[in-house]
């Protein structure tokens, strides 16, 4: 892996698992003052509507950064513009399509909650804003710009951290002034990001039926890989408020917001890897085919390393960081880390099923897996709280690896080996 270390793709990879880190981990880094200022029922508040922004943000456009990301490397800058614009008719029919069946809905998942129309409007914006803004930050990556995908992070996170704190400190905004301050911020990034598009020419005017149905054939498979996948951790907090109550919701929210964090540093670890382990596999030289396993295997084992070390240290974090009142939380963590380990080993795998095409395989699975975790959580949240909860995670989770990796070893045309001294390419 000397190799690696000496390119660009180290230092890059410093630079986004930094930024996604800051961005994506800020509800951690901020525990200590929003568990003093928020009650359990506002956290509750904000767990529901994140589970719910978690699954709008699949179905809003279908999740369109997974094909910028296998595809670009492919077919270039200018074939890929012209996707765009059937990217975002894609993006404007399934935004008024989540929304219809968010209004249907709304009684059965916003529960004694005051102006919930008004509030489901508001959650559907939110999430069209989120989906743009992630599209921006996927072409950053694409181009390979560390440092302007981390400025844009560090944007987000500053100004959405600033006027939250504004309005729930001075202003006793509580829930709401965490939500709004991200509304907003989510408003300006979406404006800029497709003002960039246009300047840059990501944007091509060029309405095409075949490719509106490429893109939908190949996204809408993978939808259910991804919310296969953002559906284990997010909707059993719809489940708790169903059978328990909004401070259930925000102990077991605590508990995830601490345990998440290791999800979110090997999310970063395989974003900064993403574009060059495409571009590498499309090449498909025995050179490439070797740095990409040796890769896979580096990651695997600093999964397992920093996730020992987190449950080591995540109790001294938790007394440090966390609010009394949420101190029941603490029991929940390790079996949520644990959980998010199998996770971790799992993105690693995914890739190869995604560059084999057998997009329908990975959501076949992540779909079953998905459906598993509902499953236990209804049979088990009645009868164990929020125990139930998180065990059906970590059921969830490492039955999804266990499959997924079956199905790459068995899909794969890679011939894996860590005691051969070269790595090939079967030919099948």
Sequence with gaps: MKHILKNKIFSDAIIYMLSTILSRGINFLLIPVLTYYLTKEDYGYLGLILSVVVILRVYIGLFPSNFLIVKYSAYGKERIGKYMSNIFIILAVTYFICLFILLIVEDSIFTNIDNSSQLVFLISIYALFSVIFRIFST??????????????????????????????????????????????????????????????????????????????????????????????????????????????????????????????????????????????????????????????????????????????????????????????????????????????????????????NRVKTLGLINFLAAMLNIVLNIIWIPEYGIFGAAYATLVSFAALYIITLYCALSHSKLSWSLFKKDIVIDKK
């Design 139 to 356: 072409i950053i990556q694409l181009e390979k710009n560390a440092i302007k995908y981390a400025i844009f992070q560090f944007i987000w996170i500053i100004s959405s951290v600033s006027l939250g704190l504004l309005l729930i400190i001075e202003f006793n905004w509580g829930w709401e002034g965490k939500f709004y301050s991200q509304l907003l911020m989510l408003f300006c990034l979406a404006v800029y990001s497709i003002y960039y598009f246009i300047k840059n020419k990501y944007f091509i005017l060029d309405f095409d039926i075949k490719k509106i149905k490429e893109l939908f054939f190949y996204l809408f498979p993978l939808t259910f890989a991804v919310v296969g996948s953002f559906l284990m951790g997010t909707i059993d907090k719809v489940i708790l408020t169903k059978y328990m109550n909004l401070e259930a919701v925000g102990i077991y929210a605590i508990a995830m917001t601490m345990s998440i964090i290791i999800n979110i540093v090997f999310d970063a670890a395989m974003r900064s890897w993403e574009p060059y382990f495409f571009e590498k596999l499309n090449r498909g030289t025995k050179v490439d085919v070797k740095v990409v396993v040796r890769a896979v295997l580096l990651y695997k084992v600093f999964v397992l390393i920093f996730t020992l070390f987190y449950l080591f240290i995540v109790p001294y974090l938790f007394s440090f960081m966390v609010d009394d009142k949420f101190s029941e939380a603490l029991i929940y963590i390790p079996i949520l880390v644990i959980a998010f380990f199998f996770e971790g080993l799992r993105k690693s795998l995914a890739g190869f099923l995604t560059q084999e």
